[in-house]
């Protein structure tokens, strides 16, 4: 499992002009099975995606189709990690 932390790299306007596409693409790992939670960060700067994958290459292949990084608008740091306990929402 990875956890993804994003940065926005343009003005919460900017970023906002691409939410749409950007929660469409996170719809779509739902369905496929690989999104476990999404949120933006408070304040929001960026955002976090926890996803169900095993290596960090998958995270980052999949992550390089998000409408923010396509667009300049955000990027992610990637940390892996086994969950051992836990609530899952």
Do not use: C, W
């Not at 990875?2 to 970023?15: A, D, H, K």
């Not at 949120?39 to 976090?48: A, I, N, S, T, Y």
């Not at 290596?55 to 955000?74: C, F, K």
Request: no cysteine; proline share 6%; hydrophobic share 45%.
């Amino acid at each position: 499992m990875y956890v993804l932390i994003s940065n926005y790299l343009v003005p919460l306007e900017e970023v906002d002009k691409a939410r749409d596409e950007h929660v469409a693409f996170l719809d779509g790992l739902l369905q496929q099975g690989k999104l476990v939670v999404a949120g933006r960060q408070d304040p929001p700067v960026g955002g976090l995606v926890v996803i169900d994958v095993d290596t960090e290459a998958e995270a980052r292949a999949i992550m390089a189709h998000d409408p923010y990084v396509l667009r300049n608008l955000a990027d992610y740091t990637f940390t892996g990690f086994k969950p051992s306990l836990g609530k899952i929402l």
